[in-house]
């Protein structure tokens, strides 16, 4: 296949993580954030128990193919008042950011009220301390800058797209991760493959060319929606203004474990890990059912980052 279409190729062995792999019952794994720690490659899984609300159990791997999951959940819903309403429906959609020595996990909060991001660290991957919802409802996919951006915290994230068309994704800043503000819209659905809804998909890479992140393109279709991914390399110093895009899908739902499964024809990535080769590891949910691999080279995908925004944030719509 053409790298420069299809950068990226599916590790031989997937999925790499099942149900059967989790060592006690549960409906599913998927979506799961990635990151290394001391040597060790660690993804945080999305665990869908048997009643259907998700939470998030760790597992480890020392050369990124193969995991060993750990024995019991991790990080639960909280009983924290402050918290408990908000996650009463599950904890889902982990993203990973390291700053310094503190690894930030992002995630989507699920309630009555509707899905809210959700920030949190670990230092060790035992004791994880929550620091705030940081979004009101229907607002999901929060991903956070390696490293603070003219003196605040900045992160992306994706208002306004559930049960419509037309959710976008923004740019917000904060002085403390607490409070954010001057948000903007980086990048806006466009009739074709992403017409219906964009979300970011996995934490910024920093490269010579920009940050690099891999954003999910939602189209809906008369058999439901088709979730398919896209890089978008965005200004250095100025994180609003896109660098470049692929002008097209550069992964899709494809193999059988993609196309099948509790939500057909959906892969999900959240987390990513560069290699010092140059290879771009990418752990994405499949059919919201198993967890799966692919490899692309960092440079195969800069190069495709070639289609500038024309029209400024506004909602490209046909
Ligand atoms: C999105 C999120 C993901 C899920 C995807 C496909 O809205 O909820 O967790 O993988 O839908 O169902």
């Excluded at 940050?211 to 929606?225: D, M």
């Excluded at 609003?240 to 509790?262: A, K, L, M, N």
Aim: negative net charge.
């Amino acid at each position: 296949m053409d790298a420069s279409l299809h950068p990226f190729r599916r590790y031989d062995k997937n999925p790499i993580l099942l149900r059967s792999d989790i060592p006690y019952l549960c409906n599913t794994v998927f979506n799961a954030a990635a990151c290394k720690f001391k040597d060790r490659y660690v993804l945080l899984l999305r665990v869908e128990g048997l009643n259907g609300l998700s939470h998030l159990t760790l597992a480890y791997s020392e050369d990124g193919y193969e995991f060993a999951v750990e024995d019991s959940p991790w990080i639960m819903p909280s009983q924290d008042p402050t918290y408990e309403v908000y996650e009463r429906y599950g904890i889902e959609d982990p993203r990973i950011t390291p700053i310094g020595d503190t690894f930030y996990i992002t995630y989507t909060a699920f309630g009555p009220y509707g899905p809210r991001g959700g920030i949190g660290y670990t230092k060790d991957f035992h004791h994880f301390q929550r620091v705030t919802l940081a979004t009101t409802v229907d607002d999901k996919d929060l991903v956070l800058f390696p490293e603070k951006i003219g003196g605040n915290y900045v992160m992306l994230n994706r208002p306004g797209g559930i049960g419509k068309d037309g959710g976008s994704i923004w740019i917000t800043y904060s002085p403390d991760l607490v409070y954010w503000g001057k948000a903007k819209v980086v990048l806006s659905p466009e009739p074709g493959w992403s017409s219906s809804k964009l979300g970011i998909s996995t934490p910024p890479i920093k490269t010579e060319r920009g940050w690099l992140t891999f954003y999910h393109g939602v189209k809906q279709t008369g058999s439901g929606r088709l979730y398919r991914i896209g890089a978008l390399l965005l200004d250095l110093k100025n994180p609003e203004q896109i660098v470049g895009y692929t002008s097209h899908f550069i992964f899709g739902p494809e193999e059988s474990y993609e196309r099948t499964g509790d939500v057909p024809n959906v892969v999900f990535p959240c987390g990513v890990i560069l290699e010092p080769d140059r290879t771009i590891k990418m752990y994405y949910g499949a059919a919201d059912t198993c967890i799966a691999l692919a490899e692309a080279n960092l440079d195969d995908i800069l190069g495709l980052c070639t289609t500038r925004q024309k029209r400024g944030g506004q909602l490209l719509k046909a």
